[in-house]
């Protein structure tokens, strides 16, 4: 059952022509972000948006007749599901594929316009899998893993290959981790062509199954976390021994510093990732000192997410860097003097965005008046100059969240 550097390049050789060589980049404005010389792996340019397409790939591919007949079944929150689906449809192998409800409509869509019938079962992976296993055994299906299966993990295996080909002199490999099979691919390719490598893992802090596998600790797993595609409760027995023997540390990232990983991937180096995807730039961020100066490889393992979940981040980005900021202004009760504050910020070269009278509050008297205003500034330092000056005019601001601005 151990997968070997042979078993990868075997793995590359099948893989050929049905998916895609991703480019290897440097991307300056992270290198200049992060203090390290960056160099990204794009899986988002895979017909279905993730490396999960060559794990797939391999493992139908090596289906006898019989096997292909029967159909195969799977479970994913999203990419692999898609990734099985569409190498199924290539090789007209029927695909069963399991889903937990709070899949993104995005993921859940995309697999069925793959050709899948989708079932959507389960809060959890976990809860997923123990339906696929159910239906496999009730309908004869064929067991399609998303990480413990010696295909899967050689044709994950892939990516690595080929970053260390094309730039063998890479410092570090940071690889997302669900259930392991990336990055144990990814390690045992590495460390064979270059021993000296060193293997970084990073999971969600609501999830770190690595981890605690490794530490053997008991960490919580659990709660909705923007890496749904590494959201994942059990690793596999045959990706843990790699990681333990291959893996020199797992980083643990909260939400926040994920958010900003995937608002860094869209507005620094303008390509799209996943929550998953971007894990790798989070732990970067999250811990700078570690890869200063070093030349790191990235893989942008997935850009599969909701556009709506997108736009939100990309707000709460601009707020966390004070270009987005809102105000309470304690102001007279009396005609146009809204014209005046917005005049006075349209000087000060505010952006008004939302606008919010209070006029019931008790701290205030009864010709008087509290205003929310949510505006856009340049940066942190042009916002304190704003409440500067408003407190200057009299209006006592006070700086609100802008969610409670809203209210």
Known sequence: ????????????????????????????????????????????????????????????????????????????????????????????????????????FVKVKATEAFGANVVLDGETLTQAQSRAEAIAAERDLVWVHPYDDPHIIAGQGTVAL????????????????????????????????????????????????????????????????LAEGIAVSNVGTLTLPVVREL??????????MIERAVNAFLTAQKVMAEGAGAAGLAAMLAAPERFAGRKVGLILCGGNIDPRILASIMVRELERSDRIVSFRLTIPD?????????????????????VDHHRLFLDVPAKGAKLDITMETRDGSHAEDIFRAL?????????????????
């Not at 391999?58 to 599901?81: F, T």
């Not at 259930?179 to 270059?194: C, F, Y």
């Not at 893996?247 to 926040?256: A, F, G, R, W, Y």
């Open 1 to 104: 059952m151990k997968v070997t550097l042979a078993d990868i390049e075997a793995a590359r050789r099948v893989i050929a022509g049905h998916v895609l060589q991703t480019p290897l980049l440097l991307a300056p404005p992270l290198s200049a972000l992060t203090g390290a010389e960056v160099y990204v792996k794009y899986e988002n340019l895979q017909v279905t948006n993730s490396f999960k397409e060559r794990g797939a790939c391999v493992k139908l591919a090596a289906l006898g007749a019989d096997e292909r007949r029967r159909g195969v079944i799977a479970m994913s929150a999203g990419n692999h599901a898609q990734a099985v689906a569409y190498h199924a449809r290539r090789l007209a192998i029927p695909a069963t594929i399991v889903m937990p409800v709070s899949t993104p």
């Open 162 to 225: 080929e970053m260390l080909q094309e730039i063998p002199g890479l410092d570090v490999l940071v690889i997302p981790v669900g259930g392991g099979g990336l990055i144990a691919g990814s390690a045992i390719a590495a460390r064979s062509m270059r021993p000296s490598i060193e293997i970084i893992g990073v999971e969600s802090t609501l999830y770190p199954s690595m981890w605690n596998a490794v530490h053997r600790a008991n960490l919580p797993c659990g709660g909705a976390t």
């Open 247 to 256: 893996v020199s540390d797992i980083i643990l990232v909260d939400e926040p």
């Open 334 to 354: 009396r005609p146009g003097i809204l014209g005046q504050i917005a005049s006075r910020l349209g000087e000060l070269g505010a952006n008004i965005l939302t």
């Open 391 to 407: 407190a200057k005019d009299g209006y006592h601001p006070v700086r609100v969240e802008s969610g409670a601005a809203l209210k």
